[in-house]
């Protein structure tokens, strides 16, 4: 299965990375989160100094969960890198990118970043995340001057696999990555596979923004898991990033 289809039919992706390029030739970052639990649809997307973060909507709600792996830095600009994720290693594969020396591939940043274990608040940064049953898996992507990548740490035979993809960007097209397979049960699949292909339309910024959130509609009323999707376009020319956001709570920009 091909294009936004792959996205509508996953009834639960978790959350979804997408990184691709339009026609008009800017590169393309897609982050999206959806949540089962009412801890995890307590966030929404804020924007500050450059970078996009979840923030809390409701403090209070947000506590029944994991405040550790439910607010972070999603997506950050550095130099001509761009890197998203689902979780705080978005900062450590920032910091890889700084400490090193020169530009290096997707696969070779990821690497870096996953070389060795990082516990920050005793949770490993570069393996899934410790909420059994589901071991909700760690995803990430790169956009740098020498390509895409995306990534994924997941929980296999109780030990952590990690496997990075590099791939070319091609206008019109994307590769999307996901926590789930997208089929709603417990525990949850982890994504498995080659990251899908997928179509980027052709549209504005704000509306191509509302295309991913609509495309994650649920099926029945009361499964409505949507927390929100941001977007950032960025022209390697001009050096210059552009995002736009939709969130459950109603906020966008």
Known sequence: MTGLEALSAMEYP??????GKLETGQELVVYGVTGRSESSRARRFEQDKGIIRTAPTNPEVLKKGNPKLLIYNAIRKLDKNIVVSNGAQTDLIYDAIH??????????????AFRNPCLVDGIDLTAFEPDEPNYTPRISGLLTPRGAGLAIAKHQNG????????FPLVPGRGK???????????????????????????????SLAQVFYDAIFPRAADKDFRVGVAVVSYDRTLDHISSSIVNRDGGSK
């Open 99 to 112: 400490s090193l020396d020169f530009d290096k591939s997707p696969a070779e940043i990821f690497a870096s």
């Open 14 to 19: 978790g959350r979804f990375i997408i990184l």
């Open 159 to 166: 030990r952590v696999l990690r496997t990075f993809f590099d």
């Open 176 to 206: 999307l990555i996901a926590t789930y397979t997208g089929v709603n049960q417990n525990p949850l699949p982890s994504f498995a596979g080659e990251p899908l292909d997928i179509g980027i339309p052709f549209t504005g910024l704000q």
